[in-house]
């Protein structure tokens, strides 16, 4: 089975008041876009770079097909209804295709991945 590609690739994350919230975000985008510019991080409210001024800024360098991976574990309203409406209206301003992906905690290899880790640190109890 072939994967959709993408120009543009957006990792978001919920936000927070806290400083110290976003650093294992910030963290993990770091080691990730380390050779690939067209990989970003942005954050859906509280923390910037706001999802807007990151799409704007793909489009700005040419991506016109751009992925949206939720750092979310589920899609609760904020999946279902804010982040579409938001995308809904960025497109009518923006030539872009804007795909909103699962929530990374409804992909098969994140949710694998936790059965793996749960169990290996269960192993010993």
């Not at 942005?42 to 706001?50: D, G, K, Q, V, Y």
């Not at 939720?70 to 609760?76: D, E, H, V």
């Not at 699962?102 to 994140?110: D, H």
């Amino acid at each position: 089975m072939r994967t959709q590609t993408y120009d543009h690739t957006i990792l978001l994350a919920h936000g927070s008041r806290d400083p110290q919230w976003s650093a294992p975000f910030r963290n993990l985008i770091d080691k990730l876009r380390h050779g690939n510019p067209h990989l970003s991080l942005a954050f859906m409210e509280l923390c910037e770079p706001s999802l807007e001024d990151v799409i704007l800024a793909a489009h700005e360098r040419g991506d016109r097909s751009i992925a949206i991976l939720p750092l979310f574990f589920s899609a609760g309203r904020h999946l279902r209804e804010d982040v579409p409406e938001q995308l809904s209206a960025i497109q009518k301003d923006l030539p872009v295709s804007l795909t909103l992906l699962p929530a990374i905690g409804e992909q098969s290899a994140f949710v694998d991945f936790i059965e793996s880790l749960v169990l290996e640190l269960t192993a010993s109890h």
